[in-house]
């Protein structure tokens, strides 16, 4: 639906597993770049990852790729009914765009995305950046659609505090389980991660004040 699809956030790895999920429920194949490891399945990024290897193999014309203009030609030249419907996924994409001594990059970047958009709807695909920043350029604002990822839900705290607890010895009753992934709300997966384990480090033996804790 969308050929270009901007994601604001501060969780990179969360935001790639939830488009894994994605991926792999609406059957597309989804491939990752950056200038550090090119080309990569988003199996390969993720720890856990919703794909199996064999699902999600790279086309033999993106292994010789070397730089983030020739990633442009790749996706001009899939062949989607060949390959399947696939997201494009640049992580850190706004990094190339703010640099103010790379005027020229940026133009031809901006370029190479105009080009695209309607080619990558007519082949049912999607490049997905993801980024920290919500200033998307302005002269790209009429192709491509923003989204903020939200912080993680109650469910998917409890699903951190339970993977932490997990590790160590410790009995907690239910209820306090409850109230601390609730104190938890409006933290990043990573920030909650930190406090659920710096507080379970500090008070293990007084679990009842680990709310307090978490709050503070």
Do not use: M
């Amino acid at each position: 639906k969308f050929p270009i699809i901007w994601l604001t956030t501060q969780e990179e790895n969360r935001t790639l597993d939830l488009i894994s999920e994605v991926a792999k429920t609406l059957k597309y194949k989804a491939y990752v770049w950056d200038d550090l490891q090119h080309w990569k399945g988003i199996n390969e990024w993720l720890v856990e990852s919703h794909f199996d290897d064999d699902d999600n193999q790279l086309p033999e014309l993106f292994l010789k790729t070397e730089s983030l203009i020739e990633t442009f030609q790749n996706i001009d030249d899939y062949d989607a009914e060949e390959f399947g419907k696939t997201l494009f996924i640049y992580p850190d994409f706004h990094l190339e765009l703010d640099d103010p001594g790379r005027y020229q990059l940026r133009a031809i970047i901006i370029r190479e995305l105009k080009w695209l958009a309607p080619r990558l709807r007519y082949k049912g695909c999607s490049i997905v950046i993801i980024s920290n920043s919500y200033e998307v350029p302005a002269e790209l604002e009429n192709i491509i659609h923003l989204e903020e990822i939200r912080t993680p839900t109650l469910e998917e705290l409890r699903e951190e505090f339970d993977k932490i607890l997990s590790s160590t010895s410790l009995e907690i009753n239910e209820e306090i389980k409850a109230q601390a992934s609730r104190a938890a709300l409006g933290l990043t997966l990573r920030q909650a991660n930190h406090l659920f384990s710096k507080t379970i480090v500090a008070k293990p033996n007084n679990p009842e004040e680990w709310v307090d804790e978490i709050t503070e």
